[in-house]
């Protein structure tokens, strides 16, 4: 017996693979033809394949939690998600389009600040950011770019479009999960491959590698690239070493490192110091080095940042990009666009409300019960009001939280996050989800085909961040009409 | 390669030679308690002493009966030297310097350490303890063979090899002091039982065979200790393990300071006297000698690896 489709109703939502007719949508005919007609007992086949093949590969997750839970298995639908290749094409040429606007924005902030004289951006806004780095002032990286590796977060409205959630700048995370996705769907439903052109993904490490290579302060053949790591009790450090491996680049720790008399930094190796011409750090910026931030951090490597303003060693991404990662600077990234390309932005942002001016916080507390509150700094979806879905109680305590502090608080409205048919138990249901794409920055700009879909397995919920129950899917990039 | 690699290598080497050793001596050392009378029978403790953890031992038991030391030296994590602890050593070295290994060697660990951690408490009592030893072994011996037959001959495998070798140099001094350690015991007793306690060291380095074939077939304990410190051929002996580190740290950079440790180790193995030394000679010479062993850990630990962190 198939699994039952027929009864599939993702309501009011926009579905990613089904019309609201319950029709396929184009993109998706065949993927969801194949899948409809398979038996439950197939199905269950698949989906057990499916976790063997996470456990073989993924070792990493599982076998980390003895006693401390330090890593976890993270849940896996195997029915991927598809969109064209047209409309990939139209999301990628924003992305990329966002990132120069960013990238741009970093370097003026760290040097002439016309955007801020220019009134544009409020002064106050960026100078008194956690996130804004004095340290940083005055350095201009190699092609002015700051954040070499950006992972942005979108959703798809009701309406259908894609829209830009945020811009993770300092150390995004999860493209190794978008490359052993595809892994896996390869291998419990390789069926599917026959009939599509799908756009591969795994080459990322290797255009990874060509950017960070790109920013090498030495010319010769092979640059020294290394991925500083905090360590194996980081909730990454699986993808850190996946990376590391992809890249054939050095996994190193902070003491692994250090910063000689001539302000390079070298490798402690058995052979005596190596000297590293690139960093992919995936520590964060406060504690890189403890002479210029943290003074306690014992994961850095003291004098990295003089060594980094020498020019004699590039960090990516470099120190101080955080800046634009904040979700008040959020609000004015379309201004950026206008602004530094003098172009219209490509992707829709999502209207933001900021507390920090009088009238857009008198209107955010009057609305509580319609909007999403953010504080500005945070990620991992921690420390957010959903207003339809709070109680009386929490709407009151942030209404408070927002009067102490209005510059850390930011509204939006309530999204209608899309779904997907999501295999729940032994039926198809739809779940909510989102799209993490990663844009690659350096000397050219590489914006992945799709990214990871991360889908929130709890009915209803919104949250799909793997810290609170989200799990992901494939995602496919489809070329021509099927 | 990176120091920090470099180091975990070693000790990954070390703590799994470690268990492999462990699980070879408990289990002789069983056989030997089972064939000799009750009233001759020498003492758990002997196995506790060699590994200088009395006081950590006294500290959770009262008395060195067998149930006590067995649980101590197979399953009790609280003991660095149980076997259950080596592997858990092992198996986080291996972890996070699996970049550098065959893919199968990481499996293997893992696969052992959870066999461990599954059987190693239900394995201290006579009825499953050579099943469970004789697994240890096994799969110790798996992994050593897929290292030699997989590993490209780099840093990784000399590092790897440098911690087997020292590891199992300084094992075999350890039972070479179970073998005199037991003789001071038996004195008591007026009985002698020589033949048999050495046949059952002989046994626990693979080495009976050889012995009979190469010596003769009469144990008798200057010519074993001989054999075992001093042999050319057989790989468990004292002089083989040097040999073979010091061709490992040969195409290393600066492994003069280490080089000059490991020579005089040697001399002093090839100078000492054994026809004429006593039982408690023999016991003082040992002794020296770990310290010897000792200094080259430190040698290559100051040369290769890490500074300890500020």
């Known amino acids: 017996m198939p699994t039952t489709w027929n009864a599939y109703d993702c309501g009011r939502f926009y579905d990613e693979l089904i019309t609201p007719k319950g029709q396929p949508r184009v993109a998706a005919r065949r993927a969801v033809n194949l899948l409809r007609n398979l038996s439950q007992e197939e199905v269950a086949a698949r989906r057990a394949e499916a976790e063997l093949a996470i456990k073989d590969m993924g070792i990493t997750f599982t076998i980390y939690s003895e006693g401390k839970n330090i890593d976890r298995v993270w849940p896996f639908d195997i029915i991927p998600r598809v969109i064209s290749a047209r409309e990939w094409a139209q999301v990628s040429r924003g992305l990329a389009q966002r990132c120069r606007a960013l990238n741009a924005f970093i370097d003026d902030i760290y040097n002439r600040q016309k955007i801020l004289q220019s009134g544009i951006v409020p002064p106050e806004v960026i100078l008194e950011s956690g996130n804004y780095r004095p340290q940083c002032a005055g350095i201009s990286p190699r092609f002015g770019v700051w954040a070499h590796i950006c992972g942005s977060d979108l959703i798809r409205d009701a309406d259908g479009r894609f829209y830009v959630l945020e811009d993770n700048l300092r150390v995004p995370s999860g493209v190794s999960y978008m490359l052993e996705n595809r892994e896996i769907t390869k291998r419990v439903l390789p069926e599917l491959f026959e009939n599509y052109n799908i756009l591969p993904v795994d080459d990322y490490p290797s255009r990874l590698y060509s950017t960070l290579a790109s920013l090498s302060p030495r010319f010769g053949p092979r640059p020294c690239i290394v991925v500083l790591t905090p360590g194996i009790y980081n909730s990454a450090y699986f993808e850190h070493s996946f990376l590391a491996r992809g890249m054939g680049a050095e996994l190193v720790e902070g003491h692994d490192l250090f910063v000689g008399n001539d302000d390079c930094v070298y490798t402690r190796t058995v052979d005596g110091p190596e000297r590293v011409d690139v960093i992919y750090r995936r520590i964060d910026d406060a504690y890189l080095d403890p002479e210029a931030f943290r003074e306690d951090s014992v994961l850095g490597v003291p004098g990295l940042l003089r060594s980094w303003k020498a020019g004699n060693v590039a960090i990516a991404n470099a120190p101080g990009s955080g800046v634009a990662d904040d979700k008040v600077v959020y609000a004015f990234v379309p201004d950026m666009i206008r602004y530094y390309l003098r172009e219209e932005p490509a992707l829709a942002s999502v209207k933001t409300y900021l507390c920090v001016n009088d009238n857009e916080r008198d209107f955010v507390l009057e609305n509580l019960d319609t909007l999403v509150v953010k504080p500005a700094n945070e990620s991992g979806g921690y420390g957010m009001l959903v207003g339809p879905h709070a109680t009386k109680a929490q709407r009151k305590e942030f209404a408070g939280l927002i009067e102490a502090n209005p510059r850390n608080y930011i509204a939006q409205p309530t999204l209608a996050l899309s779904t997907a048919p999501t295999y729940i138990d032994h039926s198809v249901e739809p779940r909510h989800l989102d799209l993490r794409p990663f844009i690659l920055s350096g000397k050219q700009s590489w914006v992945t085909p799709g990214g990871l879909t991360r889908v929130a397995m709890v009915k209803g919920s919104l949250v799909v961040n793997s810290s609170q129950g989200g799990g992901s899917k494939d995602t496919w990039i489809v070329e021509g009409s099927v | ?310």
């Open chain 2, 1 to 310: 390669m990176l120091s920090r690699v470099a180091e975990r290598l070693y000790w990954a080497a070390r703590y799994l030679e470690r268990a492999e050793d462990t699980a070879r001596l408990t289990l002789a050392y069983t056989h030997l308690v089972m064939d000799i009378p009750d009233t001759a029978a020498p003492g758990w403790d002997i196995l506790v002493r060699i590994q200088d953890a009395s006081d950590n031992f006294l500290q959770r038991h009262r008395a060195f009966n067998e149930l006590n030391v067995l649980h101590f030296l197979i399953a009790d994590i609280e003991s660095p030297g149980s076997i259950q602890s080596s592997l858990i050593a092992a198996r986080e070295n291996v972890r996070t310097t699996r970049d550098v290994l065959p893919a199968d060697v990481w499996e293997h660990v893992n696969e052992l350490y959870l066999y461990t951690r599954e059987n190693a408490e239900g394995s201290v009592r006579r009825r499953r303890r050579q099943q469970f030893l004789d697994q240890v072994i096994a799969r110790c011996q798996m992994i050593t063979g897929l290292i030699i037959t997989t590993l490209c001959r780099d840093h990784a495998y000399r590092f790897i090899m440098v911690g087997q070798l020292l590891e199992r140099a300084d094992m075999t001094t350890r039972i070479i002091n179970v073998g005199t350690s037991v003789m001071l015991q038996e004195e008591r007793h007026y009985t002698t039982v020589d033949p048999l306690i050495w046949a059952s060291l002989l046994e626990s380095l693979s080495a009976m065979g050889t012995y009979r074939r190469t010596i003769g077939p009469l144990v008798e304990s200057a010519a074993v200790v001989d054999f075992v410190l001093r042999d050319p051929t057989l790989p468990r002996s004292v002089r083989f393990c040097l040999d073979l580190i010091r061709r490992e740290l040969h195409p290393l950079k600066n492994g003069d300071a280490a080089m000059r440790v490991l020579e005089s180790a040697k001399r002093s193995l090839a100078r000492f006297p054994i026809d004429g030394a006593s039982r408690d000679d023999m016991h003082r010479f040992i002794d020296r000698f770990q310290l010897r062993l000792q200094e080259l850990d430190q040698s290559i630990r100051a040369t290769w690896f890490l500074p300890p962190k500020p």
